[in-house]
């Protein structure tokens, strides 16, 4: 239990560090740039195929159980308010969590390992701003622009769907998907997902950047990254669900 504890108010600790040291200077802009190419548009792929094969299982689904009661009509509702709601903004974090999180703890853990963090320290730069802040801030920003293609990657592949079952137009099925969307059906959910980017962002970076077990460190950084992060979106998330249902009643519609 004290260990628990103490590794509680360690990462704690550690993501609040990196939270005040965004706004203090020098601002590592450069560093910010680069991961935010290695992890927004890299991942672009991934959520984009992601998104496509959840959208066309997400319709076939819904049409087996909508033609019983005779609401295919409603299927492109369903569709988009399912991922603008939920599933957009989860999967989009898990995915995040198991690509970006085990790749920042590894290449931490190895600059750790490889005392070529001690090596950027011996030439007076601040190791944390240089090499934790910017990988925060670049998830933080690049979770809800990944989460909006993996949206609209879902809105297409279950139109494709529905196309090739009932020859729907495409104008009728962005009329349908968006007559019951408002803003609070989608602003909120989008942005929940910064959370989600600052824990992947925090937690990962703590695994990579503290470990002192040697090389076997650099696994083990990596394997803790992806299963906290995950764990720890999954129960934000519920959370974040019950808070945004209290602002904005109309998401739970």
């Not at 703590?206 to 999954?234: M, P, W």
Request: glycine content about 8%.
């Amino acid at each position: 239990m004290t260990n628990a504890i103490e590794f509680v108010g360690d990462v704690s600790v550690f993501s609040l560090r990196a939270i005040a040291d965004l706004f203090r200077p020098p601002f590592e802009a450069e560093q910010f740039w680069i991961q935010l190419a290695e992890i927004g548009s890299r991942s672009v792929p991934l959520i984009v195929a992601s998104g496509f094969a959840l959208g066309a299982v997400m319709t076939l689904h819904t049409r087996s159980t909508l033609v019983t009661f005779g609401a295919t009509a409603e299927i492109p509702t369903v569709q988009s308010l399912g991922f603008f709601i939920e599933i957009g903004p989860l999967v989009a974090g898990l995915l995040m969590a198991g690509r970006v999180g085990s790749g920042i703890g590894a290449v931490l853990a190895n600059l750790r390992v490889t005392e070529q963090i001690d090596a950027i320290e011996s030439l007076s730069i601040d190791s944390f701003k240089f090499l934790v802040v910017p990988r925060v801030l670049a998830c933080v920003i690049a979770l809800p622009l990944l989460t909006l293609i993996m949206d609209f990657s879902g809105l297409v592949a279950g139109f494709v769907a529905e196309y090739a079952a009932s020859g729907i137009s495409w104008h009728l099925y962005i009329e349908r998907a968006f007559a019951s969307l408002d803003w609070a059906n989608f602003v909120p959910p989008t942005l929940k997902t910064a959370v989600f980017g600052f824990i992947i962002g925090a937690v990962s970076s703590y695994f990579g950047y503290t470990t002192s077990e040697g090389a076997q460190g650099v696994g083990k950084a990596a394997t803790n990254s992806v299963v906290l992060c995950s764990l720890l979106i999954i129960v934000s998330d519920v959370v974040l669900v019950q808070c945004i249902a209290v602002a904005f009643p109309r998401t739970a519609l």
